[in-house]
T-cell receptor
């Protein structure tokens, strides 16, 4: 039972355009969401997070939007750069039962930014 | 990802041997987590440790797998009598404060375990 779903295995975007990566979740107890970026043969690098009390968080070129009613979040990257090419993982955790250390990951979306 | 140090980066074992994976958290971090990533999958939580304590091992297979985080030295994930299905990338993460304060976990570069 996949509680965090990234339905697009891959996405290709032109340099300078916007990249939009999507993530859906099924567990209504999730209240903290994160995006990680991963290059081959490296570990995931934390990008940006959002708490369920917010619907938007912005950090430079990266913005995460949260739609709690739809159980959907998205990561916007604008403008996209070739160095953004990587696998992006959506992750979630929930504070219920004191287990908000346990991250549940999606399968990832491979973003390719073409020059 | 230089903050969280994992070694070895690659480990090859034959079926039936033991595998030991080591993780040193970022300086000042006292919470360690282990995750496993199978090919084409996301990372799956295995275990959460603090110094000398296993807090949650609900993601660990019941047999052959164990983890520790001693008072001195790195955290160790130990897999006894390895089988082909143990081939995966094993990632360690750490966080500084109480994990209940929504602090992001920071990951090492992983150990890629291959079973012959």
């Amino acid at each position: 039972d996949q509680q965090v779903k990234q339905n697009s295995p891959s996405l290709s975007v032109q340099e300078g355009r916007i990249s939009i990566l999507n993530c859906d979740y099924t567990n209504s107890m999730f209240d903290y969401f994160l995006w990680y970026k991963k290059y081959p043969a490296e570990g995931p690098t934390f990008l940006i997070s959002i708490s369920s009390i917010k619907d938007k968080n912005e950090d430079g070129r990266f913005t995460v939007f949260l739609n709690k009613s739809a159980k959907h979040l998205s990561l916007h990257i604008v403008p996209s750069q070739p160095g953004d090419s990587a696998v992006y993982f959506c992750a979630a955790s929930g504070s219920s039962g004191g287990s908000n250390y346990k991250l549940t990951f999606g399968k990832g979306t491979l973003l390719t930014v073409n020059p | 990802n230089a903050g969280v140090m994992q070694n070895p980066r690659h480990l090859v074992r034959r079926r039936g041997q033991e595998a030991r994976l080591r993780c040193s958290p970022m300086k000042g971090h006292s919470h360690v987590y282990w995750y496993r990533q199978l090919p084409e999958e996301g990372l799956k939580f295995m275990v959460y440790l603090q110094k000398e304590n296993i807090i949650d091992e609900s993601g660990m297979p019941k047999e052959r797998f164990s983890a520790e985080f001693p008072k001195e030295g790195p955290s160790i994930l130990r897999i006894q009598q390895v089988v082909r299905g143990d081939s995966a990338a094993y990632f360690c993460a750490s966080s500084p404060n109480s994990p209940y304060s929504n602090q992001p976990q920071h990951f090492g570069d992983g150990t890629r375990l291959s079973i012959l």
